[in-house]
């Protein structure tokens, strides 16, 4: 065992350090976690979708104390005991809903970031993973916490996701029965959902988070002209403390310099967040899930929240098997971004020649896809709309190779 100072008082910062060693872990995650000058506020994104979480956990939390997983008492418990009830319980819940409506609003600002700077290249694949992974369970979070208030949409947007596991082969095991408990929406699927909202998903989505930050240490983060920086060089120099050597360094430590300009922007963020709260909490609702859930009522048009719906366009157009197959590639193509991008560039689009094309088309693409996704599926024209924006955003995933196989060499300070 290491040499301990015994006279230490317990509880001291040196006790503490003989145990634990506080020092060196705040060295290693604040004070020397050294971060390129070089970023712009998008870089800033990561700690607000942290905060943004850390709201929805607390706010959760709050709901939770009188929330009523029943199919028979959750519609009320939503919408008579906490709504108008429940002391402050209103705020609790236009928190809950605006957060969950904007941490996707911050999670598709975070990844295009990083696609236009080419950050989930040159070492820094795992942060692209474990980032995509951030993003399926959020949606998966998401589309639970969707069923808990048993309104018409819950019931409704639940048999329509579960209804694609009864396609084709799947049928034959009876798989949709299997995930819903039932042969419809009802207890054992509120139940289950609830279970995974409240407890599952949130337990997996802190670790993985743990985990992101943990694959962002080695590799550190991108800067805006994708530059190599020579971290350990950088670091001494700022470390040396004079005015000069600091001006010559390109980093700073996280904390408290970095960490200040993330707050900042946090501030701003949080006054638009708590705008919303306050003024415009029909942006996180939708109307028709204001109605409880009925299993004999089909309402004339189901769609799913706004963040999900450029997924479910490129589902509509297609049968079954087909959609959910081109549903399936969509999200794995997002996961083999590093692995499909051939250029050895890392830079922003705007330099890297086809690539920037590219970059916006898709951006195009998946507003497009999103508009028409909520649009009844009855007009001939969107329908076809929608087809052909569907087949071009799989299409993004072959032009991806065979552009950037080709790209040219960006030489160093080019
Ligand atoms: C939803 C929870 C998430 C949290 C809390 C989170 C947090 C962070 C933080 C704190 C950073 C460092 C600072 C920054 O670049 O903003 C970061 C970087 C990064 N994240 Fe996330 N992230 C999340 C989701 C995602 C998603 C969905 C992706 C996309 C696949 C992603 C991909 C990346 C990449 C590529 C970087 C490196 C940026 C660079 O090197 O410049 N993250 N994340």
Redesign the pocket.
């Known amino acids: 065992m290491a040499k301990i100072d015994k006279k230490a008082f317990p509880f001291s910062k040196q006790w503490l350090d003989d145990r634990l060693a506080l020092t060196t872990v705040m060295k290693v995650l604040n004070t020397e976690y050294w971060i390129p000058k070089n970023i712009n506020f998008l ?5 607000v ?2 905060a943004t ?1 850390g709201v929805l956990v607390i706010s959760g939390i709050f709901l939770l104390m009188y929330y009523v997983p029943t199919v028979e008492g959750a519609f009320d418990s939503v919408n008579y005991t906490i709504m108008t009830e429940v002391g402050y319980g209103w705020l609790w819940r236009h928190i809950h809903g605006i957060g969950a409506s904007l ?1 996707f609003l911050i ?1 598709y600002i ?2 295009f970031t ?1 696609i236009y ?1 080419g ?2 290249k040159r070492g ?1 694949e795992m ?2 993973i474990s ?2 992974l ?2 399926v369970l ?1 949606s998966a979070e998401a589309f639970s916490g969707y069923m808990l208030p048993w309104g018409q949409m819950s019931y409704w947007a639940g048999m329509v996701i579960t209804n694609l596991f009864s396609g084709g082969s799947l049928e034959a095991y009876s798989f949709v029965e299997w995930i819903r408990g039932d042969y419809v929406p009802a207890q054992a699927f509120l139940g289950r959902f609830f279970m995974l909202h409240v407890f599952l998903l949130p337990l997996i989505i802190i670790a993985t ?1 743990v985990f ?2 943990a694959t ?1 240490r080695l590799p550190h ?2 800067n805006q002209e994708g530059k190599e920086v020579d971290f350990d060089e950088s670091a001494r120099l700022w470390k040396e403390g004079t005015v000069e050597s600091r001006k010559k360094s390109e980093v700073i430590p996280f904390s408290p310099v970095f960490l200040s300009k993330d707050i900042f922007v946090m501030g701003v963020y949080f006054i638009l967040f708590f705008y919303l709260v306050f003024y415009n909490f029909d942006f996180a609702m939708d109307p028709v899930n204001f109605d409880p859930a009925d299993g004999l009522k089909t309402p004339a048009h189901i769609y799913p929240e706004w963040y999900f719906l450029w997924s479910y366009e490129i589902l509509r157009p297609f049968s079954k098997d087909v959609g959910l197959i081109a549903f399936a590639v969509a999200q794995v193509a997002l996961f083999a971004l590093p692995f499909i991008d051939r250029s050895p560039n890392v830079a922003p689009a705007s330099k890297r020649g086809l690539f920037k094309y590219w970059f916006w088309t898709l951006l195009v693409i998946m507003i497009a896809l999103t508009a028409l996704g909520k649009l009844p599926p009855t007009d001939p024209v969107f329908a076809a709309m929608g087809l052909v924006f569907a087949v071009a955003f799989l299409l993004m995933g072959p032009a991806l190779y065979i552009i950037t196989k080709f790209e040219k060499k960006i030489e160093e300070g080019a």
């Open positions: 870089w800033a994104m990561g700690m979708l942290a979480f941490v999670i975070h990844l990083g700077y950050s989930y820094r942060i692209w980032g995509m951030l993003f959020f988070i992101h930050f962002l983060v991108n």
